[in-house]
T-cell receptor, first 111, second 114 residues
Framework: GQNIDQPTEMTATEGAIVQINCTYQ??????LFWYQQHAGEAPTFLSY????GLEEKGRFSSFLSRSKGYSYLLLKELQMKDSASYLC????????????FGRGTSLIVHP | NAGVTQTPKFRVLKTGQSMTLLCAQD?????MYWYRQDPGMGLRLIHY???????AKGEVPDGYNVSRLKKQNFLLGLESAAPSQTSVYFC?????????????FGPGTRLTVL
């Protein structure tokens, strides 16, 4: 089975930096996703990490440590439009196209 | 390209009624999925399909059936709706062999069962 844990809610100030953590316990590991979901909308893909380290995409970065079962999503220069839920999901087996999702972190950005 | 589309967008059912949710994708993806999303529960997989003519159960399959007669379509059926099936339903698709295994989601169907 899989256990994916992330904070339920976080708040931050416009222009600041926020880090959203995700820890996982799985029988195997073959990749970790981050998705963004605005209220009332569908999730959209942000990042996919397979190897350890940091991957940067503009204001968003995603980090993975496979030995610690840990990932984080880093959002810089926060904007009001970044208010959304952020979903962490894990593929546990090679060849599996079935990720398991965590419950999501609701991020509220205030002025 | 329209990507992933879902029909209908909203629906209200009475307990015991049946309905079918339609998902269509125009990206020639092999894999398709049906999820439900409830407050505080994240996305939970109902059923999925790895190709035309094949389906498999996910985490919460009870009360649902699916069919994939054509590669581009994935149907989710509720034979006898129950209030516990009130939820937002998302369809998604993925290409086989893609570099990122990214899932593309439809806009969702908001279902209320009274």
């Amino acid at each position: 089975g899989q256990n994916i844990d992330q904070p339920t809610e976080m708040t931050a100030t416009e222009g600041a930096i926020v880090q959203i953590n995700c820890t996982y316990q799985t029988s195997g590991f073959n990749g970790l996703f981050w998705y963004q979901q605005h209220a009332g909308e569908a999730p959209t893909f942000l990042s996919y990490n397979v190897l350890d380290g940091l991957e940067e995409k503009g204001r968003f970065s995603s980090f993975l440590s496979r030995s610690k079962g840990y990932s984080y999503l880093l959002l810089k220069e926060l904007q009001m439009k970044d208010s959304a839920s952020y979903l962490c999901a894990v593929r546990d087996r090679g060849g599996s196209y079935i990720p398991t999702f965590g419950r999501g972190t609701s991020l509220i950005v205030h002025p | 390209n329209a990507g992933v589309t879902q029909t209908p967008k909203f629906r209200v059912l009475k307990t015991g009624q049946s309905m079918t949710l339609l998902c269509a994708q125009d990206m020639n993806h092999e894999y398709m999925y049906w999820y439900r999303q409830d407050p505080g529960m994240g996305l939970r997989l109902i059923h999925y399909s790895v190709g035309e003519g094949t389906t498999a159960k996910g985490e919460v399959p009870d009360g649902y059936n699916v069919s994939r007669l054509k590669k581009q379509n994935f149907l989710l059926g509720l034979e006898s709706a129950a209030p516990s099936q009130t939820s937002v339903y998302f369809c998604a698709s993925t290409i086989r062999g893609g570099a990122s295994y990214e899932q593309f989601f439809g806009p969702g169907t908001r279902l209320t069962v009274l």
